[in-house]
C-alpha cells in the first residue's frame, strides 16, 4: 500500500505541475485591468474609452479602470505604457496622434513600432471639411478652385502642430495641389471658436466637435474625409467622392500592449473587443458621438497601423514639418 500510495501522490504531484500553466494563463486577468488614454476626461479618445470600458469589465469579469494621463500629444502616456509590466494589466488607448508623434517627435525612450503591440482596433471618428459661411463655396471642388486661384488666402485651423486636423488639412493641400496657410491652437475649441469668428475660413475638425455649429448654420459642412460616409451625417460627401479619390483619414482608436506580452493576453483582449462592438448599446453610444465601431483581426490592426506610421511620414516630410525632438 506504501508504495501504491507514493505513486498515486507523484502522479497527482506531476498532474498540478503540468496544469499550472494552463490555470495561470486561464486565470487573465485575475485583478483589475487599467487603459491609458492620453488625453484629458471628455476628450474624443476618453469617451470612446469610457463607452467600451463598461462593457469590457462586464466581459472581462475584472473592473477596467480609465487612467488619464494627458500631455505631449500623448507621448506620456505612450511611454508609460511602453515601459509597464508585460502582463496585460497595463493597456495604451492609442490613436492616430500616436502615429503620427512616431515621425514628428521621436521618442528617446520609445518606438511606437516596436515597444507596442497592436492589439484591437476599437472606433474612428472622421474630420468634418467646415468652412465659415463668408466663404462663397459650396462644395470641395469649388474651395479647391478658389484655393488654385489665391494661394495662401484661406486660413486653416489647426489643434496644435501634427494634430489630426493640421495634418488632414496638409494632406489635403498635398493632395488637392492647393497652398492654405496653418494656424495653430491650443485645441479643437479654440480654433473652431476663430473659424467662427471668421479669423479662419477653414478647418478640418472632429465631427463631435462641430456638427452642432453645421446644424446651426454657424458652420457650413464641405465633406467628411473617411472612405465612407459618416453615420453622424450620412448626406455629406466624402473628400474622396468630391474629387480627390482615395482620400480617407480619420481620428482611430484602438488598444496597445507592451510588446512581449504574452499572445494568450492579446488574443483575451481581441476577443474581448470583437464581442464589446458588436453589443447593440455599444454601437448606439458609439455613434451618437459621431464614432464608427471598427474591430477586425489583430493581424488587420498591425497591417493598418504600420500603413499609418508610413502615410503620415510621407506627410510631415512633404510638408517640411520641422521634427521635434
Same mark, same amino acid.
Given at each position: 500500500m506504501t508504495i501504491i500510495w507514493k505513486i498515486v501522490v507523484s502522479a497527482i504531484a506531476f498532474c498540478l505541475v503540468v496544469a499550472a500553466p494552463a490555470r495561470s494563463e486561464d486565470a487573465y486577468p485575475s485583478r483589475p485591468v487599467h487603459f491609458i488614454v492620453g488625453f484629458a476626461g471628455g476628450s474624443t479618445a476618453d469617451v470612446a474609452a469610457?463607452?467600451?470600458?463598461?462593457?469590457?469589465?462586464?466581459? &472581462?469579469?475584472?473592473? =477596467?479602470?480609465?487612467?488619464?494621463?494627458?500631455g505631449a500629444?500623448?507621448?506620456? /502616456?505612450? #511611454?508609460?505604457?511602453?515601459?509597464?509590466?508585460?502582463?496585460?494589466?497595463?493597456? &495604451?488607448?492609442?490613436? =492616430?496622434?500616436?502615429?503620427?508623434?512616431?515621425?514628428?517627435?521621436?521618442?528617446? /525612450?520609445? #518606438?511606437?513600432?516596436?515597444?507596442?503591440?497592436?492589439v484591437a482596433s476599437l472606433a474612428s471618428i472622421p474630420n468634418v471639411l467646415v468652412v465659415n459661411p463668408s466663404v462663397n463655396v459650396s462644395n470641395v471642388q469649388a474651395l479647391i478652385a478658389f484655393a488654385k486661384a489665391n494661394p495662401n488666402a484661406l486660413f486653416y485651423g489647426g489643434s496644435g502642430i501634427g494634430s489630426s486636423p493640421h495634418l488632414t488639412g496638409e494632406l489635403f493641400d498635398q493632395m488637392a495641389g492647393i497652398e492654405m496657410t496653418a494656424v495653430q491652437y491650443p485645441g479643437s475649441?479654440?480654433?473652431?471658436?476663430?473659424?467662427?469668428?471668421?479669423?479662419?475660413?477653414?478647418?478640418f475638425s472632429p465631427a463631435s466637435t462641430v456638427m452642432a455649429f453645421v446644424q446651426q448654420g454657424t458652420l457650413k459642412a464641405l465633406a467628411t474625409t473617411e472612405k465612407t460616409r459618416a453615420t453622424i451625417a450620412p448626406d455629406l460627401p466624402t473628400v474622396s467622392e468630391s474629387g480627390l479619390p482615395g482620400f480617407d483619414t480619420g481620428i482611430w482608436f484602438g488598444l496597445f500592449a507592451p510588446s512581449g506580452t504574452p499572445a494568450n493576453?492579446?488574443?483575451?483582449l481581441s476577443e474581448v473587443t470583437g464581442q464589446v462592438l458588436h453589443d447593440p448599446q455599444v454601437v448606439r453610444l458609439l455613434q451618437a458621438q459621431g464614432m464608427q465601431p471598427l474591430g477586425g483581426t489583430p493581424e488587420a490592426f498591425r497591417q493598418f497601423v504600420s500603413s499609418e506610421l508610413i502615410r503620415w511620414a510621407d506627410v510631415i516630410k512633404s510638408a517640411n514639418i520641422p521634427v521635434q525632438r
Open positions: 469610457r463607452i467600451v470600458a463598461a462593457k469590457f469589465s462586464a466581459l &472581462l469579469g475584472q473592473p =477596467v479602470v480609465i487612467d488619464n494621463r494627458p500629444g500623448s507621448m506620456v /502616456s505612450t #511611454d508609460y505604457v511602453a515601459h509597464a509590466s508585460k502582463d496585460g494589466y497595463t493597456i &495604451l488607448v492609442g490613436t =492616430v496622434a500616436a502615429a503620427i508623434n512616431a515621425t514628428l517627435s521621436p521618442s528617446q /525612450s520609445v #518606438d511606437f513600432g516596436k515597444d507596442l503591440d497592436p475649441a479654440q480654433a473652431v471658436t476663430d473659424l467662427i469668428a471668421g479669423r479662419v475660413q477653414v478647418m493576453v492579446e488574443e483575451k
